[in-house]
């Protein structure tokens, strides 16, 4: 779990990032969740956004994205919302 201040720091980073993965009209699917995988290994932090043409709810879709990778969510503002998972092997963002 991520305390108050490391969400703070991870939501003042994300502030500046472009979305790298959407959910569209077929919702959170294997081949969605393997790209935020990927994204995930590759950045630690990603931006997620959810399209209009989504079945679920924004948070729905968002939460379900993150369970689905193991990631946690630390932010969602309307549509897009900020997932973080450390990389074991080598982390690039160090947390206070």
């Known amino acids: 779990m991520l305390t ?9 980073k994300g502030s500046v ?10 919702g959170v699917v ?4 393997a790209s935020t995988e990927q994204a995930l290994l590759a950045r630690e932090l990603v931006k997620v956004r959810v399209l209009r043409n989504c079945p679920q709810e924004p948070v729905e ?6 369970t689905a990778v193991g ?9 897009n919302g900020l997932l973080y998972k450390r990389n074991p092997e080598k982390s690039k963002i160090e947390l206070p």
């Open 61 to 66: 879709a968002i939460a379900a994205l993150a």
């Open 30 to 33: 294997g081949s969605v969740a």
């Open 17 to 26: 990032i472009d979305p790298v993965v959407q959910i569209g009209k077929a």
């Open 4 to 12: 108050g201040k490391q969400k703070r720091f991870l939501r003042a």
């Open 71 to 79: 990631a946690e969510v630390v932010q969602v503002i309307g549509r």
